[in-house]
């Protein structure tokens, strides 16, 4: 009698084996990030041809944890007093990222003609989930802001790496991971409480759970000296395959065909939210001494995990990338509203003006 697996359960083994047989190509053909890259464009792909692939969303909390965790790690009572002397640079890159967020959704509202509510929550460089319950709460469209952060997502995690790779980017971390061995007690120990950690930032329905759950119970760790084990590497590539398995089987056989032109238009302010954060990461960086490439990535309108996993690939600040994203997402999942609201009152006080 042969073996029957649900259909839902077929489709994730599907999407598993394509994402497997897509990251050893690219660690075979040394691509920048393949365990995450490789998984990205290969479901994508086979998703948009019509292959029913499936990731649930424990695929993805799975590999927040395994990110959140292993840069957690990296936090020592040492990296924390070097980070101490960064808190004015983070402060003006989270405004600069509102900012940007703001001026590319005005930019992607001239060049498609969608109501200003939609292209505001569409480039804000926040959550694709985050942001698409701010903007229906707000009375935009809530498809076309999944699609525009899927969209953003992957032209940010294909886009950059690749970028500094053929640029021959390349650094010299000068920060180390607490515990640089795998102790199985100390694993085990470490996996129960920063999933404890988790599940409590879930049940407080904080965003990112999986992700800041376990940064913030790793960092308290690392931070107090308490070095319990490091993360096996599997572990690791693990977490970037199934990131990238959930962020490819987003784009489904419709997303092709969800107005080309508004898809278009995402794709272009996307490029030039990317272009603007660069040059304004290597402004950053010389006027505060960060390295160039590791304020870049700290400024990128891209994802927690998807820049820190390119500072750790490229050995640039990995806890400086980390601790720039983590507090902007946390002040725009707070002030996009007031910020939107804000936007409004000017955009109407004009109209009345003029």
């Known amino acids: ?21 897509a990251a050893s190509l690219c660690v075979w053909l040394h691509t920048p990030l393949p365990w995450m890259i490789g998984p990205i464009v290969a479901t994508a792909a086979a998703r948009m041809a019509g292959i029913e692939l499936r990731a649930p969303v424990q695929v993805r909390e799975a590999g927040q944890w395994a990110i959140g965790t292993a840069l957690g790690l990296y936090f020592t009572p040492a990296v924390l007093h070097v980070l101490s002397s960064y808190v004015g640079t983070i402060a003006v890159g989270v405004a600069f990222a509102l900012l940007l967020g703001a001026g590319a959704g005005w930019l992607l509202h001239r060049l498609t003609g969608v109501d200003r509510t939609t292209t505001f929550f569409a480039m804000a460089t926040g959550g694709a989930s985050e942001m698409a319950v701010q ?12 699609a525009a952060h899927s969209l953003r997502i992957m032209m940010v995690v294909v886009i950059i ?73 599997w572990i690791i590539n693990c977490g970037q395959l199934f990131i990238g398995v959930s962020l490819g089987t987003r784009f489904t056989p419709a997303f092709l065909h969800t107005a080309p032109c508004y898809l278009a238009g995402v794709a ?24 160039p490439a590791t304020a870049i990535l700290a400024t990128s309108p891209g994802g927690i995990a998807e820049m820190s996993l390119t500072a750790k690939h490229l050995q640039l600040g990995v806890p400086i990338v980390t601790a720039f994203h983590v507090t902007r997402m946390a002040t725009l999942v707070l002030s996009i509203g007031p910020l939107f609201r804000l936007l409004q009152r000017w955009t109407s006080s004009r109209r009345i003006g003029a």
């Not at 009698?1 to 047989?21: D, W």
């Not at 903007?135 to 999944?146: F, K, N, Q, W, Y």
């Not at 272009?268 to 390295?291: K, P, Q, R």
């Open 268 to 291: 272009l302010s996307a490029f030039s939210a990317i272009l603007v954060a660069a040059g304004f990461g290597l402004l950053l960086g010389a006027w505060s001494g960060i390295h």
């Open 135 to 146: 903007g229906e709460r707000h009375g935009g469209l809530v498809d076309r802001i999944a």
């Open 161 to 233: 790496p690749f970028g500094f790779k053929f640029a021959g980017v390349h650094g010299i971390d000068p920060f180390v991971q607490g515990a640089r061995v795998v102790d199985v007690p100390g694993l085990l120990a470490l996996i129960g409480l920063t999933c404890c950690g988790a599940l409590l930032l879930r049940r407080l329905n904080w965003p990112n759970a999986w992700v800041i759950g376990p940064l913030l119970v790793a960092i308290a760790l690392t931070a107090n000296s308490v070095n319990l084990s490091a993360l096996p590497q």
């Open 1 to 21: 009698m042969p073996f029957y697996f649900p259909p839902a359960t077929t489709a994730l083994l599907r999407a598993l084996l394509i994402a497997v047989s």
